[in-house]
């Protein structure tokens, strides 16, 4: 990640972040460290397959470790108090009808650390995150897709 790029994120994907980070620090950190303690009392380090499994588990603890301290570092919190609730934005919930299939689908605009598709999770950089930025209920909008364009009218625009 490029240092300094801020990334918005709704307050609870921000505190998501936080918890994760608070987690890996002190509850991850202690059980790796019981994890080595034990691995060692086996005796010789050279041919221990849990010692080595278990420094291997806290490099990846650390690199997480650094990996959310630059995000929450570069994070930036919409204040969903402050924005029109009619525009879909940031912490939006937006239903829309593809047009062309008669689907309804439901969108819940996230910053893209907190996209998760099996709950309609999507960032507001992605394809049709992007044009339902700024949409208000009644709009359409014709949007590229890598499978191809998808026409959405927006039904409803809400917040949490």
């Known amino acids: ?12 994907g921000y505190q998501q972040l936080v918890d994760e980070l608070q987690y890996l620090k002190i509850e991850k950190r202690e059980k790796i460290k019981n994890d080595i303690a034990v691995a060692r009392s086996f005796g010789d380090l ?3 397959a849990e010692y080595d499994e278990a420094r291997n588990e806290q490099a990846k603890n ?3 470790i650094k990996e959310l301290e ?3 570092e570069n994070a930036v919190i919409v204040d969903e108090n402050t924005l029109d609730t009619s525009v879909a934005g ?5 239903r829309v009808l593809d047009t062309d299939r008669n689907e309804e689908t439901t969108y819940l605009l996230v910053g893209s650390n907190e996209v998760d598709p099996l ?13 339902l930025i700024d949409m208000r209920e009644g709009e359409e909008a014709a949007v590229e897709t890598p499978a191809g364009t998808v026409h959405l009218r927006v039904l409803e625009v809400s917040r949490i």
């Not at 940031?90 to 937006?94: A, D, E, I, Q, Y």
């Not at 709950?119 to 044009?131: N, R, T, V």
């Open 1 to 12: 990640m490029a240092k300094g790029k801020k990334i918005s994120y709704t307050q609870q």
């Open 90 to 94: 940031l912490g939006s919930t937006v």
């Open 46 to 48: 050279s041919e221990n």
């Open 62 to 64: 650390e690199a997480r």
């Open 119 to 131: 709950e309609g999770k999507i960032s507001d950089q992605s394809p049709i995150g992007a044009a």
């Open 70 to 72: 630059e995000l929450l």
